[in-house]
């Protein structure tokens, strides 16, 4: 009888919290869209322009989040060096334009260009061989050790990368030329809209998406499509099944890790271009962001780092591009690593992710 009487109060106090959570969190989310109206009706130009700058931002992020995400996939390991293979991608190129062509304020478009697509090239096939290094030499030693010895590593992988940088660069941010091509600035490529209300849309956001929008369709492709993407579906489901069918489980690691590692090595030069600027410790700052993108997205599902990836673009634009009521970009960091600690109290599996009981 009293085990019976006590029952009774604690599965109350069970069923109110499953609804008490929900509503905490659709009340926040109301909160932002009537924050985002208010923006909206105050300055509908501006909030556009703002949210298209959030647009190519949130797909600079994609880039490293589904690295994030396809490893984690794979391994169910949170590869933290990751964000730093995609500074050593940025440093690649930052190399290539200073010290191989030599370019100096303002370039020409086509010596641009031509350095681009060098850097680009070389920074994708660095970067996917030091992930595929990184793998065979740190983490494929502790494959069958508990899940926090590889995480340490990784931690570990991270503060290497980054004094490797500081060795080769420096500790100082390492500067790009700027060109009218790289800022944007002056160069509208279309407006929305009758000026003054109108909506200028600039070379540097279109060029951003134009070089992400096609590598991650050609990354859904590979992995939905062809026999090595089928591969890596089979070994992120089951293994030992994986095996037993005929597929090389290690080979398909190490192909996964190749792929994040060119994924990181084309944010690099994206980024390197787009900022005029990197330093050693740019990856572990925009590597926690692609990671917060690929929680908030469902880490393991690839649209879902894609979605997770422009919602965190569009939050830091809206903080720091909104005219009404925002913090201001002194609080970006604090608001996206908010997101994140939210999205693990109200959805753990993120907005696209299942939820799944953990293994043995």
């Not at 009521?325 to 970006?332: E, F, L, R, S, V």
């Amino acid at each position: 009888m009293v085990t019976e009487a006590h029952a009774e109060p604690v599965r109350a106090r069970r069923h109110i919290s499953e609804y008490v959570m929900p509503a905490v969190g659709l009340a926040l989310v109301a909160l932002v869209v009537v924050w985002l109206a208010i923006n909206l009706a105050d300055d509908p130009a501006r909030f556009f322009r703002v949210s298209l700058i959030g647009l190519s931002q949130g797909a600079l992020y994609a880039l490293v989040a589904l690295g994030y995400t396809l490893v984690y996939g794979i391994l169910e390991l949170i590869n933290f060096a990751h964000g730093d293979v995609f500074m050593i991608g940025g440093m690649v190129t930052a190399s290539i334009v200073l010290q191989v062509f030599n370019m100096e304020e303002n370039p020409a478009f086509g010596i641009l260009m031509a350095a681009f697509l060098v850097s680009l090239v070389l920074s994708v096939v660095g970067c996917a061989g030091l992930n595929a290094t990184i793998e065979r030499a740190a983490y494929k030693p502790l494959r069958n050790a508990p899940r926090l010895a590889p995480l340490i590593t990784a931690i570990g992988v991270s503060f290497i990368l980054q004094n490797v940088a500081i060795l080769w660069k420096g500790t100082r941010p390492v500067s790009l030329p700027v060109s009218e091509f790289a800022q944007g600035s002056g160069h509208h490529l279309f407006t929305i809209g009758t000026c003054p209300s109108c909506v200028q849309y600039t070379s540097d956001r279109l060029f951003i998406l134009l070089v992400t929008v096609p590598v991650l369709l050609v990354l859904l492709w590979l992995v939905r499509y062809t026999r090595q993407g089928k591969a890596m579906r089979a070994t992120a489901q089951d293994k030992d099944a994986a095996a037993m069918m005929g597929i090389d489980v290690d080979r398909t690691i190490s192909f996964t890790f190749i792929v994040a590692g060119a994924l990181a090595g084309v944010g690099g030069t994206i980024f390197a271009f787009y900022a005029s600027t990197i330093s050693y410790s740019t990856g572990f700052t925009l590597g926690l962001f692609a990671f917060t993108a690929a929680v908030l997205g469902g880490i393991g599902n690839l649209p879902g780092a894609v979605l997770g990836a422009v919602l965190i673009g569009l939050i830091q634009a809206w903080n720091e591009g909104l005219p009404w009521h925002t913090p201001g970009p002194a609080w970006t960091q604090s608001i996206v690593f908010s997101i994140l600690i939210l999205i693990l109290v109200f959805r753990p599996q993120g907005l696209l992710g299942e939820r799944t009981p953990e293994g043995s």
